[in-house]
């Protein structure tokens, strides 16, 4: 994979979270897995961004680039987060008014799904964090 492909699959799955934030923001008397939920994506973001600038502004000749595309492969960390975001998404997203209505009722069930995602975000960030150390050193 090269950098244009590795920069893209981490722009998707920023996209992605952004849309399960900005749907977790607007649940009214949302609960606290909700909340922690949305704010621990916006920590995801912010580091794969930087993941990303820092990928864009480098050579794949270094030798931490070879991390970051261990990252992004197909089944790897990145892709399973991605799964993890867009099955979480599925649940939460209002498809119609009466969906919406019906997710205030559903919270329940989608607190085991949350807490699979949140587990995915911390490896994802500390996985992140690792690479981007790897070019420092």
Excluded at 4 to 23: E, K, M, N, P, R
Excluded at 41 to 54: I, K, Q, W
Excluded at 55 to 70: H, I, K, M, R, Y
Excluded at 97 to 105: D, G, I, P, Q
Aim: one cysteine or more; aromatic letters at 4%.
């Amino acid at each position: 994979m090269d950098g244009l492909s590795a920069a893209a699959s981490i722009i998707t799955v920023v996209q992605i979270a952004g849309a399960v934030i900005t749907y977790l923001s607007d649940v009214k008397d949302a609960p606290k897995e909700c909340k922690t939920c949305r704010i621990e994506a916006s920590f995801s973001n912010a580091l794969l961004l930087r993941l990303e600038d820092h990928l864009s502004g480098s050579n794949s000749t270094e030798p931490w680039f070879a991390d970051v595309q261990a990252l992004t492969r197909k089944d790897g960390p990145l892709d399973q987060y991605r799964l993890a975001l867009e099955g979480l998404l599925a649940k939460i997203e209002p498809k119609s008014k009466l969906r919406k209505a019906l997710n205030v009722l559903l919270w329940k069930s989608v607190k085991d799904d949350i807490a699979r995602v949140l587990m995915r975000m911390e490896r994802v960030k500390t996985l992140v964090t690792i690479a981007l150390e790897l070019d420092h050193l």
